[in-house]
Nanobody
Framework: QLQASGGGLVQAGGSLRLSCAASERTFGLYNMGWFRQAPGKEREFVAAVSGWSDTGTNYAESVQGRFTISRDNAKNTVYLQMNSLKPEDTAVYYC?????????????????WGQGTLVTVSS
């Protein structure tokens, strides 16, 4: 089970940090990803961090250099630090897990999904 939190309203240029807490004891074995769905659009990949002992990351081009994904296996939590936010970042953000050591940008590769947290960036 995944529980996302940290969304809210922020002005353009501001920052937010999303958190996703997992209940699995084997959290460290899972590749974790963040996706988002803007109003009227399909859900899209944002960022992912690999599991196991590899801490490789992968980002969508639209967030590269502004967002940072990280994980704390001791806390069973993955984070998404979002800086320099833009109005086009407004969306519901979802976390998801994948039982694999490698990252994936494909939604179909992920198993469990959190309930989503809304991020609204005002101009």
């Amino acid at each position: 089970q995944l529980q996302a939190s940290g969304g809210g309203l922020v002005q353009a240029g501001g920052s937010l940090r999303l958190s996703c807490a997992a209940s699995e004891r084997t959290f460290g074995l899972y590749n974790m990803g963040w996706f988002r769905q803007a109003p009227g659009k399909e859900r899209e990949f944002v960022a992912a961090v690999s599991g196991w002992s590899d801490t490789g990351t992968n980002y969508a081009e639209s967030v590269q250099g502004r967002f940072t994904i990280s994980r704390d296996n001791a806390k069973n939590t993955v984070y998404l630090q979002m800086n320099s936010l833009k109005p086009e970042d407004t969306a519901v953000y979802y976390c998801a897990n994948r039982y694999s050591s490698s990252t994936s940008t494909s939604q179909s590769d992920y198993g469990d999904w959190g309930q989503g947290t809304l991020v609204t960036v005002s101009s």
